[in-house]
C-alpha cells in the first residue's frame, strides 16, 4: 500500500483500517492520485482521480498474498 500511494504532497493524508484505505486532501488545491482497490461509494475499481480541495475518497483494499 505504501509504494502506491508515495509521492502525494504534505496536504493529502492516507490512513487504513483494516481493509479500508482513507485519503484526505487537506490542501486548497486539487490533488491527482491512484487509489488502491474498490470505490466505496460506487462499488468500481478506484484507480486514479482528482481529489478536490478538501476531498475525501474511501477504498477498499485487500493485499494480494
Same mark, same amino acid.
Request: charged fraction near 25%; hydrophobic fraction near 45%; proline fraction near 5%.
Given at each position: $500500500?505504501? &509504494?502506491? $500511494?508515495?509521492?502525494?504532497?504534505? &496536504?493529502?493524508?492516507?490512513?487504513?483500517?483494516?481493509?479500508?484505505?482513507?485519503?484526505?486532501?487537506?490542501?486548497? %488545491?486539487?490533488? %491527482?492520485?491512484?487509489?488502491p482497490g474498490d470505490d466505496l461509494?460506487?462499488? %468500481?475499481?478506484?484507480?486514479?482521480?482528482? $481529489?478536490?480541495?478538501?476531498?475525501?475518497?474511501? &477504498?477498499?483494499?485487500?493485499? %494480494?498474498?
Open positions: $500500500l505504501r &509504494t502506491l $500511494l508515495d509521492g502525494l504532497p504534505a &496536504t493529502v493524508e492516507v490512513a487504513h483500517r483494516g481493509d479500508v484505505v482513507t485519503v484526505i486532501n487537506h490542501g486548497a %488545491e486539487p490533488v %491527482e492520485v491512484a487509489l461509494a460506487t462499488g %468500481e475499481r478506484a484507480g486514479r482521480r482528482t $481529489l478536490a480541495p478538501f476531498d475525501v475518497a474511501l &477504498t477498499r483494499h485487500r493485499s %494480494e498474498a
